[in-house]
């Protein structure tokens, strides 16, 4: 595509658009109380970001990968993903959840739900959440009952 | 797609590299509903509060962008995002099959179609305004309408573009960007009907 590069046109172009809206398609009569939220609730997610590092954390070791290992082959930032496995309360890029998904073979929105992006209206996920997050210990070797809760639990992600 | 293009710092008034791409996938979705929708939302209340400001909302504000996922697989359907370092800064979703031209002179024949396009936020004046909070970047709104412009014009739409504007955004396309305002919709809550022709897409690419 041939953009326009010269410096005038950009500068006159964004002007113009300063001084307006560029919205098109289509309006609503109101904001809808539950769109507003959306912005802000997501249920117990406590339980649910505590499912999501722990399953990044099982899923690891499951596999022998160091953190900087994980990164490389998803193509992540490292930095990124030492926050997430150190501090829950971090919120990741959507970008770095889907490369996560692809790389651990996972549905990208449930990981996307699990990790705080996005909010889970499946009972069942938060119910499975709650239940592997409370199974799952961070401890370094993965224990058989860890390992029987992460196949569970990853099935659980898979089937659904 | 993905090519380097300039858009304007707002702080310092100095154009800086982006890119424009057509591979818009899932996280970017995810990203707008995230990290766009909170500061929107507060700007929408900030500016219902303003006096004199009638609040029209537009509709793609109540998206539920994770179901727009199937769309990027439709073939009439083209996503368009634009990135500064790696951060959304815009998207528009562009359409070659659902509608047609309804200028005279060119009524019936097959154009481009916005059916949207929105900078993020923090880059449109008006909202960052009613906030009390700076512009970050300029002329993303503008990069994109650019895009569409341009995808007519290389595949064979001669620069035919079409839209319907919202209220607030007439002026940027009948006064600003050159389109011919062709009438109201009553099928698409009376919003005006917006065309480009192929002689007016040329005169706006050459900025005259």
Redesign the interface.
């Given at each position: 595509?041939?953009?326009?590069?010269?410096?005038?046109?950009?500068?006159?172009?964004?002007e113009?658009?300063?001084?307006?809206?560029?919205?098109?398609?289509?309006?609503?009569?109101?904001?809808?109380p539950e769109?507003?939220a959306?912005?802000?609730s997501v249920p117990n997610v406590e339980a649910t970001k505590t499912a999501f590092v722990r399953l990044l954390q099982l899923a690891r070791r499951e596999r022998r990968l160091s953190l900087e290992q994980l990164a490389q082959k998803s193509d992540v930032d490292l930095g990124e993903l030492v926050k997430i496995e150190s501090d829950e309360s971090f919120k990741p890029?959507?970008?770095t959840?889907?490369q996560l998904a692809e790389f651990l073979k996972l549905p990208?929105?449930k990981l996307?739900a699990l990790a705080g992006?996005?909010k889970i209206k499946d009972f069942g996920l938060q119910q499975a959440s709650v239940r592997f997050a409370a199974r799952s210990e961070p401890v370094e070797d993965v224990s058989p009952e860890e390992h029987a809760a992460f196949e569970e639990y990853v099935k659980f992600l898979n089937e659904q | 797609m993905r090519e380097t293009i300039q858009i304007i710092d707002a702080q310092t008034g100095a154009p800086v590299d982006a890119e424009i791409f057509d591979e818009v996938a899932l996280p970017h979705f995810i990203e707008t509903q995230a990290e766009w929708r909170p500061v929107i939302l507060a700007a929408a209340r900030a500016l219902s509060q303003q006096p004199n400001q009638g609040l029209l909302i537009p509709r793609h504000f109540h998206w539920d962008w994770t179901r727009k996922e199937a769309e990027l697989k439709l073939l009439a359907v083209k996503f368009y995002g634009l990135a500064h370092a790696g951060k959304l800064q815009g998207i528009m979703k562009v359409e070659t099959v659902a509608h047609s031209c309804r200028l005279p002179e060119q009524q019936g024949k097959p154009l481009v179609y916005i059916d949207y396009i929105e900078s993020a936020p923090w880059n449109i004046k008006k909202l960052m305004g009613a906030l009390g909070q700076p512009q970050r970047f300029r002329a993303v709104g503008t990069r994109l309408f650019e895009a569409a412009v341009l995808q007519s014009q290389e595949e064979g739409f001669r620069g035919r573009l079409g839209l319907h504007s919202l209220p607030g955004s007439e002026g940027f396309y009948i006064n600003e960007s050159g389109m011919t305002p062709v009438g109201r919709d009553p099928h698409k809550e009376n919003l005006l009907w917006c065309e480009f022709t192929r002689e007016q897409a040329e005169k706006y690419l050459a900025g005259e």
């Open positions: 595509m041939k953009f326009n590069k010269d410096r005038n046109w950009l500068t006159k172009r964004a113009q658009e300063d001084r307006h809206f560029i919205s098109v398609g289509g309006l609503i009569s109101r904001i809808d769109w507003q959306d912005v802000s890029t959507p970008r959840i889907h990208a929105k996307m992006l996005l | -």
